[in-house]
């Protein structure tokens, strides 16, 4: 008996088993369709899900309905925002919810989601694009249909929530980040306690100015809840602001114009350890074993009505008196801590709220500084009246808190500044308006880097006026650069507040500035595997370099020397313009390479590929330095470096560069060069080039070639160097070049070579040596051509010197058939003449003709030899 229950019992779980394999399959189509008329029947907005599914085993006993990918998109007025992206939304019901017919409705016991985006958007007229309910359509006489899903939930969870909201009209941004949050509940009944949990990171800007960022709050809350009313109590809860403890009492409830509002909030304790709570972990460190004195306290009400007029009048008061604290295994403490900030609302009118920081002041050892400032009009024209004063030994900062630095700092800073502004004053310049004053400096300031590079300022000082900030001073020195600045910021409020540009003209001196001093060191190497710095390529790709487009500045710089990698400039004269997302210079003059370069040109990064615009003047610059030490000029013209001499040249570039390194794209250069050379002489040991064309070419000594006032003309296409044909005069051959190159060093040149017959060998010279001098003068200079292939590191020669030679043999016959021809017609008319013996003449002219032209023929075969016999 008991085998056959255990038998039967066997059956019935692998049945049920089956079963919860293939429900899922069974329901999958209804559960779809079930989800499709919710979404019809509702939502007036663009639904898409990439797929629906049914689960037996997640929530077991329970159903579990998946929805993955799901996307709302906006219609107008909003067309084509994201109003929901959901990487995934789980449905928690009761299996016997999936039997029921088509006009049924489905109660949903809870909820979970993952991986979800909500952008809440009120246009500049006050409509939400969160209005997404289908409107009422014309009354008929059928009876309602049931709701295809009814909300009856006990628990529901959120995971890694992103919430914006954005109000177009106060210009108002609000951004909750890894939000996460869950809820336990019986939203069966109209009044349930509701148990939460919440995590999440919030910004908040107005008017771009931000007012939070990343703050990180954490609220444990349990909430009465009146589902009838739409009332929300706050009862047991724990709140985290940072590390700022508060507690809530009081409620919210939803209404038709908004919600209404009678909240209470307040710090558990009086403590001061609240207030190093506050500040974000980013800048702080852990409060255990902090000594603190003195309290910090925060008190606040908000109460009254949220409608699209009207905010809840409010009271926060922000208090600490004579407070201090002192961390542990440091060895100063802050003393004498005085805060007294109130922030209110007595109208419910949101431009009526205010901001009175009546006092703030700390004291470190005998440095003493306090600040105080209130802000009214908060939404139409803000108004801002603030000052500061007092000293701060910067090397007490790292003493008495505990700031993440590879070194101290050091140095004295000094500040007595006063400012009233209005915002609309600032946005319109009307410097009036603004009243500006006192001053701030900073001497004796040192800083060292991770990669021990110092900077040490030994005197900085800004005066404030309406409606300049003026650098008067600014001395400082870094590795081997010393630099003196001065010069005038303009709209510095305007940049701060309002997102306008930054001007400024500044003059700059130095000594001596070596560009490696500014420059930030890369991090060292690290050993990775391929996948490794595959993930990271692909996690974060490098950022393109930007001139910044909120600049406006002028920077007239003179330095005596300027050491640029291995390159040593002198009598460094320009101005630097920034403007427009580019950079220009003008007038840029120095002294290098026993001459003078000037420079005028721009780069731009507005667009997305960035480019460059210069031109380029040399004056008696060493042409060997030039064109081995800078790598533009070596990739121009690879064969200059063996010039010895001075060179006068114009250029002009243009093209395109590298958005992430700011080097030019080679291919895309165009331009031109016009260059003269100086008192030249050539040193061919070093050039590959040149010991071909030798070895090819014999009598060619490229030693004894005058290239003095030698111009010549290139252009710049398509990553290639085009050479116009130009002229050079060796003893007495004329040679013409011609041709291009690529900046990859690929060429392609042609060498016209004009030659008197007597290059041509010693068996040349012994047949013209048997020629009278009258007949040697006849002959024609011969043509060789020899081109240049392969690139300049192995190439490759061919010449015509075979019809050099073919041409010089022709040359001879020629000359000999002309004598011939001549002596026969003399005979002629000796025989015409005379009536002398015309058989013997003529067959002594025949018998010297073939002699000739076989001793001619003869000759040239020899030269042909002598010239292409192998050595």
């Given at each position: 008996m008991l085998k056959k229950i255990l038998k039967i019992v066997a059956i019935v779980f692998v049945v049920l088993i089956a079963a919860l394999f293939a429900i899922p399959y069974l329901f999958k189509d209804q559960i779809k369709a079930k989800i499709v008329d919710a979404i019809n029947e509702n939502v007036d907005a663009k639904v898409s899900f990439a797929d629906a599914d049914l689960s037996l085993f997640k929530n077991f006993p329970n159903a579990t309905v998946g929805i993955e990918k799901l996307l709302i998109i906006n219609k107008a007025p909003f067309e084509g925002d994201t109003l929901v992206s959901l990487g995934e939304l789980n449905l928690k019901m009761s299996i016997k919810e999936l039997f029921k017919g088509k006009e049924e409705s489905l109660n949903i016991q809870g909820i979970t989601s993952e991986n979800g985006i909500i952008n809440i958007i009120f246009n500049k007229d006050g409509v939400g694009n969160f209005d997404i309910a289908l409107k009422d359509k014309e009354k008929t006489t059928k009876d309602e249909k049931s709701e295809p899903l009814s909300l009856k939930i006990q628990n529901y969870k959120i995971e890694n929530y992103t919430f914006r909201y954005i109000d177009q009209g106060s210009k108002i941004k609000m951004v909750i980040d890894s939000l996460n949050h869950e809820g336990t509940g019986d939203f069966t009944n109209a009044k349930l306690d509701l148990t939460t949990k919440t995590t999440a990171n919030i910004s908040m800007d107005m008017d771009k100015v931000n007012?939070?960022?990343?703050?990180?709050?954490?609220?444990?809350?349990?909430?009465?809840?009146?589902?009838?009313?739409?009332?929300?109590?706050?009862?047991?809860?724990?709140?985290?602001?940072?590390?700022?403890?508060?507690?809530?009492?009081?409620?919210?409830?939803?209404?038709?114009?908004?919600?209404?509002?009678?909240?209470?909030?307040?710090?558990?304790?009086?403590?001061?350890?609240?207030?190093?709570?506050?500040?974000?972990?980013?800048?702080?460190?852990?409060?255990?074993?902090?000594?603190?004195?003195?309290?910090?306290?925060?008190?606040?009400?908000?109460?009254?009505?949220?409608?699209?007029?009207?905010?809840?009048?409010?009271?926060?008061?922000?208090?600490?008196?004579?407070?201090?604290?002192?961390?542990?295994?440091?060895?100063?403490?802050?003393?004498?801590?005085?805060?007294?900030?109130?922030?209110?609302?007595?109208?419910?009118?949101?431009?009526?709220?205010?901001?009175?920081?009546?006092?703030?002041?700390?004291?470190?050892?005998?440095?003493?500084?306090?600040?105080?400032?209130?802000?009214?009009?908060?939404?139409?024209?803000?108004?801002?009246?603030?000052?500061?004063?007092?000293?701060?030994?910067?090397?007490?900062?790292?003493?008495?808190?505990?700031?993440?630095?590879?070194?101290?700092?050091?140095?004295?800073?000094?500040?007595?500044?006063?400012?009233?502004?209005?915002?609309?004053?600032?946005?319109?310049?009307?410097?009036?308006?603004?009243?500006?004053?006192?001053?701030?400096?900073?001497?004796?300031?040192?800083?060292?880097?991770?990669?021990?590079?110092?900077?040490?300022?030994?005197?900085?000082?800004?005066?404030?006026?309406?409606?300049?900030?003026?650098?008067?001073?600014?001395?400082?020195?870094?590795?081997?650069?010393?630099?003196?600045?001065?010069?005038?910021?303009?709209?510095?409020?305007?940049?701060?507040?309002?997102?306008?540009?930054?001007?400024g003209n500044f003059n700059m001196s130095s000594n001596q500035l070596a560009v490696d001093d500014f420059m930030t060191a890369g991090e060292p190497a690290k050993t990775e595997t391929k996948a490794e710095t595959e993930t990271k390529t692909a996690a974060k790709p490098a950022e393109a370099m930007k001139i910044p487009a909120f600049l406006n500045c002028t920077l007239n710089a003179k330095a005596n020397t300027v050491l640029y990698d291995n390159l040593k400039l002198k009598d460094v004269a320009g101005k630097?313009?920034?403007?427009?997302?580019?950079?220009?210079?003008?007038?840029?003059?120095?002294?290098?390479?026993?001459?003078?370069?000037?420079?005028?040109?721009?780069?731009?990064?507005?667009?997305?590929?960035?480019?460059?615009?210069?031109?380029?003047?040399?004056?008696?610059?060493?042409?060997?330095?030039?064109?081995?030490?800078?790598?533009?000029?070596?990739?121009?013209?690879?064969?200059?470096?063996?010039?010895?001499?001075?060179?006068?040249?114009?250029?002009?570039?243009?093209?395109?560069?590298?958005?992430?390194?700011?080097?030019?794209?080679?291919?895309?250069?165009?331009?031109?060069?016009?260059?003269?050379?100086?008192?030249?002489?050539?040193?061919?040991?070093?050039?590959?080039?040149?010991?071909?064309?030798?070895?090819?070419?014999?009598?060619?000594?490229?030693?004894?070639?005058?290239?003095?006032?030698?111009?010549?003309?290139?252009?710049?296409?398509?990553?290639?160097?085009?050479?116009?044909?130009?002229?050079?005069?060796?003893?007495?051959?004329?040679?013409?070049?011609?041709?291009?190159?690529?900046?990859?060093?690929?060429?392609?040149?042609?060498?016209?070579?004009?030659?008197?017959?007597?290059?041509?060998?010693?068996?040349?010279n012994a047949l013209i040596a048997k020629m009278s001098p009258a007949d040697a003068a006849k002959l024609d200079n011969i043509p060789i051509t020899a081109l240049m292939t392969g690139n300049f590191s192995n190439p490759k020669i061919s010449t015509d010197m075979k019809a050099a030679a073919t041409n010089l043999t022709a040359q001879l016959v020629n000359q000999q058939k002309e004598k011939l021809t001549q002596k026969g017609t003399s005979a002629l008319t000796d025989l015409i003449n005379k009536n002398t013996k015309a058989k013997d003449t003529t067959k002594a002219a025949t018998t010297e003709k073939e002699k000739t032209t076989q001793e001619v023929t003869k000759k040239a075969g020899d030269l042909l030899n002598g010239l292409f016999k192998k050595k």
């Open positions: 007012y939070m960022k990343n703050v990180k709050l954490t609220l444990d809350a349990i909430l009465g809840i009146d589902l009838d009313k739409s009332k929300y109590t706050f009862k047991e809860n724990k709140a985290l602001i940072n590390q700022l403890p508060l507690e809530f009492d009081g409620f919210i409830q939803m209404v038709e114009a908004g919600q209404i509002y009678d909240l209470k909030f307040k710090t558990p304790t009086s403590s001061f350890t609240n207030f190093l709570g506050l500040i974000p972990s980013a800048y702080s460190s852990s409060l255990n074993g902090v000594k603190t004195t003195g309290d910090f306290t925060i008190v606040g009400f908000a109460k009254g009505e949220l409608t699209e007029t009207t905010v809840p009048k409010f009271n926060i008061a922000i208090a600490s008196n004579n407070a201090s604290f002192q961390y542990p295994n440091l060895p100063k403490s802050v003393q004498n801590i005085v805060i007294d900030t109130k922030i209110i609302n007595e109208t419910g009118i949101l431009n009526d709220t205010y901001v009175n920081l009546d006092k703030l002041s700390f004291k470190i050892d005998q440095d003493v500084f306090s600040a105080k400032a209130n802000v009214r009009n908060i939404t139409v024209n803000p108004l801002v009246k603030a000052a500061l004063k007092g000293t701060i030994n910067l090397a007490n900062l790292s003493k008495a808190y505990p700031v993440k630095m590879d070194k101290p700092l050091a140095g004295i800073l000094k500040a007595d500044v006063t400012t009233e502004f209005d915002m609309a004053s600032v946005e319109k310049s009307q410097y009036e308006n603004i009243k500006n004053a006192g001053t701030m400096s900073l001497s004796g300031f040192k800083y060292t880097d991770e990669n021990n590079k110092s900077m040490n300022i030994s005197t900085a000082l800004v005066e404030f006026n309406p409606s300049r900030i003026n650098l008067k001073q600014f001395d400082a020195t870094t590795g081997r650069s010393d630099i003196s600045i001065n010069g005038v910021l303009e709209n510095f409020y305007g940049f701060m507040f309002k997102k306008q540009e930054l001007r630097l313009i920034i403007k427009d997302e580019k950079a220009t210079l003008e007038n840029f003059k120095t002294s290098i390479f026993g001459g003078t370069i000037g420079l005028t040109g721009a780069v731009s990064t507005k667009e997305k590929v960035p480019t460059f615009d210069v031109n380029l003047g040399f004056n008696q610059v060493d042409i060997g330095q030039t064109f081995t030490q800078l790598e533009m000029m070596k990739k121009i013209a690879p064969l200059a470096g063996i010039i010895n001499g001075k060179l006068n040249s114009t250029i002009k570039l243009n093209g395109n560069l590298d958005a992430k390194e700011l080097t030019p794209d080679l291919k895309s250069i165009s331009g031109d060069l016009i260059g003269q050379l100086l008192s030249t002489t050539v040193n061919p040991k070093n050039s590959t080039v040149l010991n071909s064309l030798t070895s090819n070419i014999k009598f060619l000594d490229p030693s004894k070639l005058n290239l003095n006032d030698l111009k010549m003309a290139l252009t710049f296409a398509d990553g290639k160097v085009n050479v116009k044909p130009f002229d050079i005069k060796y003893q007495d051959i004329k040679v013409t070049v011609g041709g291009t190159h690529s900046f990859d060093q690929v060429m392609n040149y042609n060498l016209k070579l004009d030659v008197p017959a007597k290059y041509l060998g010693s068996e040349a």
